[in-house]
């Protein structure tokens, strides 16, 4: 939106501050012309000098594998038998969409995203809430704890949750032994529902504060005056929220949903430490890993990846298409 | 009006310690866990049982027969993540630059592209950089890391100083020019000051990236040589195989957080003002 203009104004070449394209075309004169196309050329190449190791390198790291692992998941190949690499085409994508363990993994994953992504847009709206009202002796002390989930390794976040509830080392059960159900024998990790329940407790505190942020930063735009007059007018609080500050936020919400079902979608840590995907809890990325990395079958770990990859894509493109999040837009392309 | 503002303040202190709880809670439980002796583990308690808090197990991965894995651990992640940290910070740098003040064709590209290597399934990148590095010897490798940690940082920060960018007002420079300094004297004296805290802050949240990341901890390394803490915990097994690594472990897991904490305390300003306004705002 902004940047052009200071950019333009800004640069302390000799050319005039008229619009650029307006100029060139209607100059008479040639050698301003040429002058200012050869300013021109030389803006662009510095400017692709600048921003082209970064893009370049970005390519490298994604595309490159991606096409790899396309072209890798068109063969049989398993890494401890390399002579007997074969071509089969689709076979490998056959194998995974008849297997049951591809769509058993699948509607995990899908549940643990819809799940964790419902409660921490409300849990997130709630502490951005608290963040923005705050007074401003604690705003401060509020952000700090906040950020420590957000900063801290999953991996950590894994583990405490798992000791937490563990048979073993685990607290939860005794302090939670006077609900019906719970005993200290209630072993957490042994059944789909309860070990996916911490699962996705731990993934929801750990990333709920970035969701959070997401939302604060779209409450700081909806103009307080807004609120105000339906205030004034006898709105109560829930009006308020319904009517004048969620309609006004849109777009901020759906680009923190978005982001964040993408990156549930990709669940993995988590799942890794707690269970390993046992009990039925094995999502799609840790499939992936089981296939290349511990069983090494190349191929098949291959086409997994690819499909994951359509996946998000799909996601993705339902999302613009469907609900139009303008990814770009709101995240400061304008 | 007293009453309302007592009233007020009441809310408000529940409110925070409520949050504080929150966010803090699992912290504090593996902190506990981390004092814990071994035949106290299993003891079913938050707190460690009184008089038997120890810190035999910071000492077992500090200087006990654990700290050849989670010293080199600590090492390999330090040392990898601030590495990527700061490549992609300068390229990240130079990039964003160049959006926020020159005029060239392919902003937009090179925005989306970032856009589409942050969502990217990191798990589909593993497999065949797993296989392409075994070929080519990058495999349990510092380097062979942080090339692909650069998938994480580069991105964000590109995103994150790119707002920052366009918020500084470049007008300054040429006042500063006019003013009689010399174009590098300008550059120095009036960009720099005002450039520097959103690469600073850039830099913490690629680093809080890098530092967590698990999926290639384990997939691209094998043994010490490179292995990051994180992947280090996955197969931490204990003292002997008769006995749980939990103590270990959390005692690993605190030394981990310490300095995640610390920038947290030192930096939250800078932090939330870099995630909202690499977000959302335009």
């Known amino acids: 939106m902004t940047s052009a203009i200071p950019a333009r104004s800004a640069n302390p070449t000799n050319s005039p501050d008229n619009k650029p394209g307006v100029e060139t075309r209607s100059t008479p004169d040639k050698r301003a012309k040429k002058q200012y196309s050869d300013r021109v050329k030389a803006e662009r190449k510095l400017g692709w000098m600048l921003a082209g190791p970064a893009f370049v390198i970005m390519l490298l790291v994604t595309l490159y594998p991606i096409l790899q692992a396309t072209y890798e998941s068109l063969f049989q190949f398993r890494l401890t038998a390399p002579d007997e690499r074969e071509f089969i085409g689709l076979g490998n994508y056959a194998v995974i969409l008849t297997d049951p363990v591809w769509w058993r993994d699948l509607g995990t994953t899908l549940f643990i995203t819809v799940v964790t992504v419902a409660v921490e847009l409300v849990l997130g709206f709630a502490l951005a809430l608290v963040m923005h009202k705050a007074l401003k002796s604690v705003r401060g002390l509020l952000r700090t704890a906040i950020l420590v989930p957000y900063g801290i390794i999953t991996v950590v976040s894994a583990f405490a949750w798992f000791y937490a509830f563990d048979i073993n080392s685990g607290y939860i059960n005794s302090w939670f032994a006077w609900l019906p159900g719970i005993d200290e024998n209630t072993n957490w990790f042994a059944q789909t529902g309860t070990a996916l329940f911490v699962i996705m407790a731990s993934e929801i505190w750990k990333t709920t504060p970035f969701i959070s942020l997401l939302l604060l930063a779209g409450l700081a735009q909806v103009p307080d005056e807004l609120s105000e007059a339906a205030k004034v007018d006898g709105a109560t609080w829930w009006e308020r929220m319904r009517k004048v500050i969620i309609p006004n936020m849109k777009a901020a919400i759906m680009v923190a949903v978005l982001f964040r079902a993408l990156d549930a979608f990709r669940i993995f840590d988590n799942v890794f430490i707690m269970t390993n995907g046992a009990y039925g809890t094995e999502v799609l990325s840790l499939l992936a890993y089981r296939q290349s990395i511990s069983r090494l079958e190349i191929g098949l770990g291959s086409a997994v990846s690819v499909l994951l990859f359509l996946c998000v894509l799909l996601i993705c493109f339902i999302a613009i298409k469907l609900f139009k999040v303008d990814l770009a837009g709101s995240q400061g392309g304008k | 009006m007293t009453d309302n503002s007592t009233k007020n303040k009441v809310l408000w202190t529940v409110v925070t310690v409520l949050v504080l709880i929150y966010a803090l809670f699992p912290v504090v439980s593996i902190l506990a866990t981390s004092f814990k002796s071994p035949s106290d583990l299993t003891s079913g308690k938050f707190l460690p049982s009184s008089g038997t808090a120890t810190t035999s197990n910071y000492e077992q991965i500090l200087v006990g027969n654990a700290q050849d894995l989670f010293l080199s651990a600590l090492r390999n992640s330090i040392g990898i993540s601030l590495i990527a940290t700061f490549i992609a910070v300068v390229l990240a740098t130079l990039c964003a630059y160049a959006i926020a003040r020159l ?68 007008e300054l420079e040429q006042a500063a020019q006019v003013d009689g300094a010399t174009t590098w004297q300008a550059f120095r004296k009036a960009i720099v000051p005002l450039a520097a805290p959103g690469v600073f802050t850039t830099a913490i949240i690629a680093f809080f990236i890098a530092w967590n990341d698990f999926v290639y901890g384990i997939s691209l390394t094998s043994t ?59």
């Open chain 2, 224 to 282: 010490e040589a490179a292995r990051p803490v994180p992947a280090a915990l996955a197969f931490f097994t204990g003292a002997s195989q008769f006995e749980a690594p939990t103590g270990a472990i959390s005692a690993a897991a605190i030394i981990v957080t310490i300095p995640i904490v610390l920038l947290v305390l030192l930096f939250q300003r800078q932090i939330v003002s870099g995630l909202t306004s690499g977000a959302v705002k335009g």
């Open chain 2, 103 to 170: 005029d060239f064709p392919g902003k937009k590209l090179i925005l989306t592209t970032a856009l589409a290597v942050s969502i990217f399934p990191v798990i589909s990148i593993v497999t065949p950089l797993f296989n392409l590095w075994r070929t080519i010897g990058l495999y349990d490798t510092w380097l062979g890391l942080i090339i692909p940690y650069l998938s994480l940082t580069l991105p964000i920060s590109i995103w994150t100083l790119a707002a920052f960018f366009r918020q500084i007002p470049w």
